[in-house]
């Protein structure tokens, strides 16, 4: 499978001879204040979370996690994505005037586990992944896709692709607060480890390939 850097959006598009993750951009200008510190969390419309991680973050799981073991797998591969961003926008930033909004984001991040995801496959690779159909580009599928307006991430169970549409909306909601130039962060972090659960989330590929 080919990695592109497109914009800010995980996509599986499907060609006659290859399979590729590309990353789209469907941000337009925010609902919100693109100037000031925003000062409290806002949910996307319609966004109902069920977890919150030790971190902060709110997720809508859609109740694809049974059990309680698995509740929390999930909510600690989340925060692990986080540590590798914060490092990540760490460094990247250095002395910026922002860096020290940082680890206040999570507790502004809503992810939502999609629901409408099927295994596909590249006809090429037969790499099978979870995805569920663009919002982007019609016929394409995604496993990840991050919207601006809300500081939310729309991701599969196995959350592949998490990792640097995390750093997307941390750079877009920094800013927002920011008095200087913030760095891209969406391409700065995006070589970052994949985070397995630590139960068996087969059919997934993640099980097999990504990291504890």
């Not at 204040?33 to 859609?62: C, H, I, M, W």
């Not at 139960?199 to 990504?210: K, T, V």
Request: hydrophobic content about 40%.
């Amino acid at each position: 499978m080919r990695f592109a850097v497109l914009g800010l959006g995980v996509v599986i598009a499907f060609a006659l001879a290859a399979c590729g993750s590309t990353f789209q951009s469907s941000f337009g200008e925010s609902a919100s204040s693109t100037t000031g510190a925003e000062t409290r969390y806002r949910p996307p419309p319609g966004f109902k979370p069920d977890l919150v991680t030790p971190d902060g973050v709110s997720v809508q799981t859609n109740g694809q996690y049974k059990t309680e073991a698995q509740r929390k797998a999930a909510a600690a591969a989340i925060d692990k994505y986080w540590t590798e961003v914060q490092k990540c926008a760490t460094t990247a930033l250095g002395a910026s005037d922002v860096s020290g909004s940082v680890p206040e984001f999570p507790g502004h991040l809503s992810i939502e586990i999609a629901n409408n995801w099927k295994v596909v496959e590249g006809p090429t690779t037969h790499r099978r992944t979870q995805a569920f159909p663009s919002l982007v580009h019609p016929g394409s599928w995604s496993t990840s896709l991050a919207k601006p307006d809300n500081i939310y991430i729309l991701a599969v169970p196995e959350l592949n692709g998490l990792g640097p549409q995390m750093a997307a909306e941390l750079e877009l909601w920094l800013k927002r607060n920011a008095t200087t130039s913030v760095p891209d962060l969406a391409n700065a972090c995006l070589a970052m480890p994949c985070y397995r659960f630590d139960y068996d989330n087969a059919p997934s590929q993640a099980w097999r390939e990504c990291v504890d």
